[in-house]
């Protein structure tokens, strides 16, 4: 089964810039879209990264996604961090028989 | 802007059916470009999909529930609705209903885009 592997957490301290990986299993992560959901304590994920590297209106450029076909990753990666940015952020894409995966997801902590 | 809502029993016994309803706002159910989906979230851990289902009665399932679940359509209500079987202790979690954008074509549409925007969520406790 394909399956998306993230690191469990991450901290870095504000003002710095972090990278969240997500790495595919199998085949290429490149042949399907990648989104990147963010979701805070106590509240439902919402989208700051769809189709790998594209941003939703009202989510800051500070936010990126992007693609390494060379390791079968994807990649989120926030700058100028703060303090709100801390939660929980999830990889989604989709497996050869159309099938949604979610990667495990990654706990944020900003420190 | 749309909304979606989930609606339902927050508490169900071992082996009952579980059954949970989406209503969408603010927008139309039968729109030709997305599917309707169910994701939930175990307490304290990650996100599992569900299924989508299309406005036409279409549906994708996760292969390891496939067998208990069933997602089904009502137009007519801008709503959808998830019913899931035999249930465990291992299915309590944060059911939530999100719109599923499709990849389409003049001809067939499939949901491989992302989910968004997504319901508050529900808790589903099962217990006797």
């Known amino acids: 089964n394909f399956m998306l592997t993230q690191p469990h957490s991450v901290s870095e301290s504000p003002g710095k810039t972090v990278t969240i990986s997500c790495t595919g299993s199998s085949g290429s992560i490149a042949s399907n879209y990648v989104q990147w959901y963010q979701q805070r304590p106590g509240s439902a994920p919402t989208t700051v990264i769809y189709?790998?590297?594209?941003?939703p209106s009202g989510v800051p450029d500070r936010f990126s996604g992007s693609i390494d076909s060379s390791s079968n990753s994807a990649s989120l990666t926030i700058s100028g961090l703060k303090t709100e940015d801390e939660a929980d952020y999830y990889c989604?894409?989709?497996?050869?028989?159309?099938?949604?995966?979610f990667g495990g997801g990654t706990k944020l902590t900003v420190l | 802007q749309l909304q979606l809502q989930e609606s339902g029993p927050g508490l169900v016994k071992p082996s009952e059916t579980l059954s949970l309803t989406c209503t969408v706002s603010?927008?139309?159910?039968?729109?030709?470009?997305?599917?309707w989906g169910w994701i939930r979230q175990p307490p304290g851990k990650g996100l599992e999909w569900i299924g989508s289902?299309?406005?036409?009665?279409?549906?994708y399932y996760n292969p390891s529930l496939k067998s208990r679940v069933t997602i089904s359509v009502d137009t007519s209500k801008n709503q959808f609705s998830l019913k899931l079987s035999s249930v465990t202790a291992a299915d309590t979690a944060v059911y939530y209903c999100?719109?599923?954008?499709?990849?389409?074509?003049?001809?067939?549409?499939?949901?491989?885009?992302?989910?968004?925007?997504w319901g508050q969520g529900t808790l589903v406790t099962v217990s006797s």
């Open positions: 989604q894409s989709y497996d050869s028989s159309n099938r949604v995966v």
């Open positions: 999100a719109r599923h954008r499709g990849y389409c074509s003049s001809t067939s549409c499939y949901p491989k885009m992302g989910f968004d925007p």
């Open positions: 603010g927008g139309s159910i039968s729109s030709s470009s997305y599917y």
């Open positions: 289902i299309y406005y036409s009665g279409s549906t």
């Open positions: 189709e790998d590297n594209q941003r």
